[in-house]
């Protein structure tokens, strides 16, 4: 009997520091019908040369789009009835792929399944620290609307039929577009959590994650578009405003942060009045809870 494909499809934007060992635990699993592709996002470093030597590997170049669109740009080319967007710094633990498939052939009404994740430095090390994935139950669109615990998409596998029946990524909201896509899988379909440490979430100063701004305003329009559902549901609008909450003060408190650090020293003035209007737009309030919470320090 013929197993599924399993296709990995691997964004990546000047990555040639973590894309080899990415690969290789790919390349690792015990699986044995499982495609490879990297999708070279406008990289200038020697990220399609560390592609390129693995036979087994699949790379497609295109301009500088976005993680977003290199994750499109992979599941249009991809063939695997299965699909994992493994992030080009996370490594695969043994087993992962077909953990995660069991998963799904046994919940067979799920779109997607999601694992744990045990956080890693940028040399790999192990930190003291690893996802909880705090879910509600099964009432994942619920769960998700306080905030996204599948950490990162690697950790996750989607049944290509679901992802093939949706506009794919969104790139309007790149830092966290496959937020937005679970929520919209999870308003429609089942979603299953596989209660096992299946990736390695690479914490570095490089890291998309890092730019404050950018992802307060990605992660506060996402949960902006959910309204339109949100509104059926006073348990949803409750969940919702936390969500909101929760990424204003996650983004938006080391904005703030820098911000202040920047006024001090009367510097990056340009970067300063771009983060303000960041926060006039999405965390209106967030300033005077941050300048209340340090005078109660002080």
């Known amino acids: 009997m013929t197993r599924p494909m399993i296709s990995v499809i691997i964004p990546c934007h000047n990555a040639g520091r973590f894309l080899g060992e990415t ?3 790919v390349l690792a699993q015990r699986y044995p ?15 399609a040369a560390t592609a390129a030597r693995y036979p087994q590997v699949r790379c497609l170049r295109q301009r500088n789009a976005g993680v977003a669109a290199a994750r499109n740009t992979g599941l249009r080319h991809s063939t695997g009835a299965y699909i994992v967007f493994l992030d080009h710094d996370d490594r695969l633990l043994p087993g992962a792929l077909e953990s995660n498939l069991q998963c799904l052939i046994v919940h067979h009404d799920c779109a997607f399944v999601f694992g744990d994740v045990q956080c890693i430095d940028a040399n790999g090390a192990i930190l003291p620290h690893r996802s909880s994935s705090p879910h509600e139950g099964k009432e994942h669109y619920l769960s998700l609307l306080h905030g996204s615990y599948t950490w990162t998409p690697g950790a996750s596998m989607y049944r290509r ?20 896509l679970n929520l919209r899988i999870a308003r429609t379909y089942p979603v299953c959590h596989n209660n096992t440490v ?3 979430y690479r914490l570095h100063s490089t890291g998309l994650s890092n ?7 990605a992660e506060i329009t996402v ?13 949803y609008m409750k969940a919702l405003r ?16 820098r911000m202040v650090a920047n006024i001090r020293k009367r510097t990056n003035w340009r970067e300063t009045w771009a983060g303000m209007l ?6 209106p309030l967030l300033p005077a809870r941050w300048a209340y919470r340090k005078l109660r320090l002080a």
């Not at 019908?33 to 200038?44: A, F, L, P, R």
């Not at 960041?278 to 965390?283: R, S």
Request: hydrophobic share 40%.
């Open 23 to 25: 690969i290789e635990s």
């Open 161 to 180: 039929d679901v992802l093939n029946a949706l506009p794919g990524f969104d790139r309007r909201v790149d830092p966290a577009c496959h937020y937005d």
């Open 198 to 200: 299946l990736l390695e």
């Open 33 to 47: 019908n499982v495609e490879i592709i990297v999708v070279d996002d406008g990289s200038t470093d020697n990220s």
């Open 242 to 257: 936390r969500g909101m909450r929760f990424y204003e003060d996650y983004a938006g408190t080391p904005l703030m942060t």
């Open 278 to 283: 960041v926060l006039v737009q999405y965390a």
């Open 211 to 217: 730019d404050s701004a950018l992802l307060l305003r």
């Open 223 to 235: 949960l902006r578009w959910q309204k339109r559902w949100a509104r059926s549901d006073r348990r």
